[in-house]
């Protein structure tokens, strides 16, 4: 299996990691922390897999800080093809370009042909620029299951031999290896041939101690009692059978607004008049008021 | 790299054979590993710090596995073939790797100090309680699995037998009744005061993990004591679950129900986001001439884009007839939590629910309703049962047919669910065959294995040579035929 030349790893150490991504903001398990040393040592892309709101765009964006790369993100849409993913010329200026010749007399065929698909008429995508850059990048591809059957070929392509060819301009080689993360919500099965070149990450639900850390980390001004109660109480919703249980961001959300409103306890009132923070079906929060008895 | 990999195995081909028959476990399991999986999985040995279990676990997960569902039988076999005590001392994370067998030493992390074995068995198991209480108060999950495994080797004991000495973990549960600890516990979190309402569901929430994570740690450890005793293939091929989505329908136990639920919810997404995914895409509609012309105007006249009409939207149709009986309850609670997705993406889903009689049931599914709300509702509000409550397919379908001539057309897909189970009476064939003449397509899901279709009162083949009858029996065959639809 040829590989292109590994870079120097950017972690020395598990350790190493944990550091560096909690100076970036971001409080990894030994889990996360295992999972990207590996990535980084290895040379593979990352999978991130995980209900919405557990922080897999977050890990990307902090991988980014912690190695002083630069995050190229890759959206993915149903629709999404290769005009918007790799590369597309730019069509309108070639015309433009071919008319102009036609203007000047005498102008060769040939010329303008070698002309119009050269580096100016080119329009690179997300992942084009990647393979191109020679600073460190990470590269995002965010919500990798919303895309078409189709893109995963194209990333199989990519993400395997880091190069990318172009018919009229030749192949173009990665001179230095992005960091890959891809991330999904697992709302379909990502393919067989995808998953196995990548290294696979669950996220979940943090423990409680890890997610109080996170409250305190991000919400510094809350009180560490408050924070406690929040975690346990976000904690018995997610145990109660909801459509959409609250993720870590929304228990984010729900610390920074008992901050704002200057709440200083977590009772009924407060749970009852906040919930909305947390919960946004109307049938969960009904369900919550009932087992959480709220009223 | 591939050369550090074949100079590292070669140096350690005690620990590479090892790893072979780990993976081969995995695969015994029902979680798929490929050749080139096993080969990463040598690559992670030579790169992460082997003294350090938790990283090997992690490792090697994140190579072998490739969905959450999987991870809960990968630990349990990771306990196994990477036991604790195989950990080499002066490991800073834990401080009890000499438990095994030497109950009276004084652990440097433990907080316990027990006498050799000596004494009242009660008393012992008195003051083993009153730690467990203080420990589950504390939440220290270290020190909690570290009690665990000191709470097997004192209480979980079995009277040696000729064939070896056997550890259970219920002679543990019945010795410290961890049960009977929970008032003790509220009052302990909730302080003075707080009963009832909120802070009392926070607090039971919190008990109820502490418990159960005692209770995973005493089984892990009974199943390492097992290992040790019996050799690991043997308690592997018991203590490994099925996947959750591979648990009979019909056979289902109220954890498995649980965790079933969950992965039937992302599948119901799924089937959403591919039906209305075929709505808009494939060809596209028919050539826009004004609004082309008009945007040829920017590239000189050359109609570069080409634009089109929006194609007209397919409306699927969808009839759900389920069977609600008692002998099939937890295969259609799952079905009918598809058709709850399913009408909160789709207006023109109808559901229908019968035992002995039918009874149109849509209403119970408005988009945002509880499924488990909507369920009980059924037994409740419809009028499912006309005679004694046994399931009669040949009457119901009659009254299907009878009461809602309509509901079935040529747009129309026709989905039935049930066992085909007739209690030896009619089956109303020519009924349900003019039904799937009149639909567009017609499938029958069965919960039941195939082999048994046409045993006993089952009428199933019969109906399969008038419908297309689909085996279903676990949430990975739902996800098969969710994808042939």
Redesign the interface.
Known sequence: ?P?PP?QTPQFS??ADVSKRLATAGYLPD??IA??VF??D??GKPLLV??PAGTGKTELAKALAAATGSELIRLQCY??LDEARALYEWN??KQ?LRI?AAQGADGADWHAVHDDVFGEEFLLSRPLLTAIRRTEPTVLLIDETDKA?VEVEGLLLEVLSDFQVTIPELGTIAATRRPTVVLTSN????LS?AL??RC????L?YPS?EREREIVLSRVPDLAPGLAE?LV??I??LR?L?LKKSPSISETLDWAQTLLELGLDT???TA?RSTLGVVLK???DQD?AAA????N | ??AATSSGAAATGGLAGHLDGFVRAVREAGI?V?I??AV?AA??LT???LL?R??LR??L???L????AQ?PAYDVLFDLWWPLADRPAGDPSGGADDGEGEPGDDDAGSTLDLPEGHGDERDLARRMREELARLLLE?DDEALRRFARQAVDQLGRAPASPSGQSYFGYRVMRALSPDTLVAQLLAGLLGDGGR???????????V??RLAAFRAAVDAEVRRRAAAERGRDRVAKSAVRPLADQVDFLRAQQADL?EL?RTVA?LA??LA??LS?RR??GRVGRLDFRRTVRASL???G?P?VTHHRPRKVHKPELVVLCDVSGSVAGFSHFTLMLTQALREHFSGVRAFAFVDATDEVTRFFRP???V?DAVARIGREADVVAFDGHSDYGNALEVFADRWPSAVGPKTSLLVLGDGRTNYRQPGLPVLADLVKRSRSAHWLNPEPRRLWGSGDSAADRYGEVIDMVECRNATQLADFVTTL
């Open positions: 299996m590989r590994t150490s598990v030994a889990q295992t999972t590996l990535a040592r290895l897999e995980g149903e629709g069509y309108k015309l008319q078409d697992a709302t379909r099965e067989e998953k196995r290294l696979y990450l669950s979940d409680a109660q346990r109480t904690r018995a145990a059978e977590l009772d009924e749970v079906h109307a049938s369900r087992e959480l008895r709220l | 790299m591939s798929p490929g080139s999986q990463d690559e992670i790169v992460v710090d350090d938790e990283q992690h490792g997960a994140a190579v596995l490739q969905r959450a991870r939440g009832g309402g909120l802070a009392e569901q926070v607090a039971r929430q919190t109820r993990e649980a639920r992302p997404r799924r986001v591919r995914a808009r895409m920017g590239t000189g050359v570069v945002g309703a509880d488990s």
